[in-house]
């Protein structure tokens, strides 16, 4: 089904620079990809499909993300044991009511997880994971996630995905040492990346858009010539900045809570890798 958002733009060529300008009319392109939804397995989808039909029953207004998302951006499917549907953070115990009527279960007793921004709901093998917030904390789902939302036909259900910008933007700070979703940034920006609101992705980022241009270096080495197609304006250098050591912690802890870097931790005590 083709992209539904409120802003979307493209880079034409005009005297050597990219310029956006306005997308009218949205090309095959620029469409959710939903083929991939043929590599579900009946039974998992059956599981899933009960959790949605609860969702809607209750009143709520969810996105699609994780795999799905992922998979609805770049065409690409990969085996998963679960869904993630993102709400209001003023929506979450709704929601977990609503999977309890599904016949879902909470996952905490079998594994504990943090249950400051995700619920994880279980039936069998398959996982549902209610989300409202970044695992960091660092931003929580607001209005503009589902105003921008996009919408997806899948298996005869219409469902919203969480916007391109905002699933790169949760994504970059997933790089800890036993996980890293950078890789899925580089999917995503192959398959997508001319389709990126990027002023909108740089305000969401704020402060934290050298970890963005990060990413964009090790992209350009990866693909030198994919890197090429990028708006300039994402290469330029960024101004020194000084920094004291409270800085230092809270940007560690965006990346990880636990104690992993050195710099912010006494001398003589273990790291937590």
């Given at each position: 089904?083709?992209?539904?958002?409120?802003?979307?733009?493209?880079?034409s060529k005009s005297?050597?620079?990219?310029?956006?300008?306005?997308?009218?009319?949205?090309?095959?392109?620029?469409?959710?990809?939903?083929?991939?939804?043929?590599?579900?397995?009946?039974?998992?989808?059956?599981?899933?499909?009960?959790?949605?039909?609860?969702?809607?029953?209750?009143?709520?207004?969810?996105?699609?993300?994780?795999?799905?998302?992922?998979?609805?951006?770049?065409?690409?499917?990969?085996?998963?044991?679960?869904?993630?549907?993102?709400?209001?953070?003023?929506?979450?115990?709704?929601?977990?009511?609503?999977?309890?009527?599904?016949?879902?279960?909470?996952?905490?007793?079998?594994?504990?997880?943090?249950?400051?921004?995700?619920?994880?709901?279980?039936?069998?093998?398959?996982?549902?994971?209610?989300?409202?917030?970044?695992?960091?904390?660092?931003?929580?789902?607001?209005?503009?996630?589902?105003?921008?939302?996009?919408?997806?036909?899948?298996?005869?259900?219409?469902?919203?995905?969480?916007?391109?910008?905002?699933?790169?933007?949760?994504?970059?700070?997933?790089?800890?040492?036993?996980?890293?979703?950078?890789?899925?940034?580089?999917?995503?920006?192959?398959?997508?990346?001319?389709?990126?609101?990027?002023?909108?992705?740089?305000?969401?980022?704020?402060?934290?858009?050298?970890?963005?241009?990060?990413?964009?270096?090790?992209?350009?080495?990866?693909?030198?010539?994919?890197?090429?197609?990028?708006?300039r304006s994402l290469?330029?250098?960024?101004?020194?900045?000084?920094?004291?050591?409270?800085?230092?912690?809270?940007?560690?802890?965006?990346?990880?809570?636990?104690?992993?870097?050195?710099?912010?931790?006494?001398?003589?005590?273990?790291?937590?890798?």
């Open positions: 089904m083709p992209l539904e958002r409120s802003r979307s733009t493209r880079y005297k050597n620079r990219r310029a956006a300008t306005p997308i009218t009319r949205l090309s095959k392109a620029h469409r959710l990809q939903s083929r991939w939804a043929t590599a579900i397995p009946d039974s998992e989808w059956a599981a899933y499909a009960r959790a949605l039909k609860m969702m809607r029953a209750a009143g709520l207004d969810f996105m699609v993300g994780g795999g799905f998302a992922f998979a609805a951006y770049t065409g690409r499917w990969r085996d998963t044991k679960d869904i993630d549907l993102y709400v209001r953070p003023q929506d979450r115990e709704k929601a977990i009511n609503a999977l309890h009527q599904a016949g879902f279960e909470d996952f905490y007793d079998r594994l504990p997880y943090d249950r400051n921004w995700i619920y994880r709901g279980a039936q069998s093998d398959f996982i549902v994971d209610i989300i409202w917030s970044m695992a960091n904390q660092r931003a929580h789902v607001d209005e503009l996630w589902f105003k921008r939302a996009p919408k997806l036909t899948l298996r005869g259900e219409r469902l919203s995905v969480i916007p391109l910008e905002e699933l790169i933007w949760c994504k970059l700070y997933i790089i800890q040492r036993d996980r890293c979703d950078w890789t899925d940034i580089f999917n995503l920006l192959y398959a997508r990346a001319g389709q990126i609101d990027w002023n909108h992705l740089n305000n969401r980022l704020e402060a934290d858009q050298p970890l963005l241009r990060a990413l964009l270096t090790v992209y350009g080495w990866l693909c030198p010539s994919a890197a090429l197609a990028l708006p290469w330029r250098p960024f101004s020194r900045q000084h920094i004291g050591p409270e800085v230092v912690r809270h940007r560690s802890m965006l990346l990880d809570s636990r104690a992993w870097f050195s710099a912010t931790q006494p001398e003589h005590r273990k790291l937590e890798i």
